[in-house]
């Protein structure tokens, strides 16, 4: 086998991006891409993502995570895609592909990408935390002392604990006084923290919102790798025009010859 592939990042959130419209990469083999992730033995990512052909839409993303299964909607990586599509001239200033959790529009200006995503109309109330999907299955807690808390630990605790072999993503949270919020974010699949979950940040501006913890509809977020943007409507509960808004980038081109 042998792939140009390119490495992106979202606010640190970092993928393998290759050009699958020619269906040269064969799919399913989830020994390679977890090879191709790993950070010792290969290129290193937090996930694989192929930019395939579709026919009623700009192109298809189909995501891998890094323990070589295919994933849920992962928002920073629908971002990076966005990017890569527009290094490609596939695409301009706007977008629509489709992704495993159905249709998503896009715009892109300098390396700035804003990304629609789903709508989500249950929220689950746990004790001191909220449950919900929002392309994939998010929980969301508040913290205090977020900077030394044990993510890592209690995030698989919490992702096996309660949610069982299938798990959930874990999120905590804590308000930063400036009018947002900080976020650390468990990621199953990745089964580690990573610097930066776009659906994750997703969940926790809303979950915010829901709780009464801001009045805004525009929220920063911030995440280790950086900041990124929710705004979004509400109506009775439920919360549409969800757009997560922030940095995306190219890193590096290579080739993998395995």
């Not at 392309?135 to 807690?141: A, D, E, I, M, T």
């Not at 096996?160 to 009018?179: D, L, Q, T």
């Not at 997703?202 to 829901?210: E, K, L, Q, W």
């Not at 509400?234 to 590096?252: R, T, W």
């Amino acid at each position: 086998m042998e792939n140009t592939f390119y490495k992106y990042q979202g606010t640190g959130n970092d993928f393998v991006m290759i050009d699958n419209r020619k269906k040269q990469f064969h799919k399913g083999n989830a020994e390679l891409i977890a090879k191709i992730c790993h950070r010792r033995f290969g290129v290193g990512a937090d996930g694989l993502i192929l930019l395939e052909n579709d026919d009623n839409t700009d192109f298809r993303m189909v995501y891998y995570n890094a323990d070589g299964n295919e994933g849920s909607m992962c928002g920073n990586g629908g971002r990076c895609i966005v990017a890569f599509a527009h290094f490609l001239n596939i695409i301009k200033e706007k977008t629509v592909f489709i992704a495993v959790d159905g249709l998503h529009e896009a715009t892109i200006v300098d390396d700035i990408v804003s990304l629609k995503m789903t709508d989500v109309g249950e929220i689950k109330e746990k004790s001191n935390a909220l449950f919900m999907n929002t392309g994939s299955p998010h929980h969301v807690q508040m913290v205090k002392g977020l900077p030394s808390f044990d993510v890592v630990k209690e995030g698989a605790r919490m992702r096996y604990g309660i949610y069982g072999e299938k798990g959930s993503n874990i999120n905590f949270v804590e308000p930063n006084g400036k009018g947002g919020f900080d976020i650390r974010t468990y990621e199953r699949g990745v089964e580690d923290e990573t610097l930066s979950c776009g659906t994750g940040v997703t969940a926790v501006a809303i979950g915010m919102y829901h709780l009464g913890n801001t009045k805004e509809k525009t929220i920063p977020v911030n995440a280790l790798g950086g900041n990124l943007e929710v705004t979004f409507k509400e109506n009775n509960g439920v919360y549409s025009d969800i757009y997560l808004q922030g940095e995306a980038k190219q890193v590096f081109k290579g080739e993998l010859t395995w």
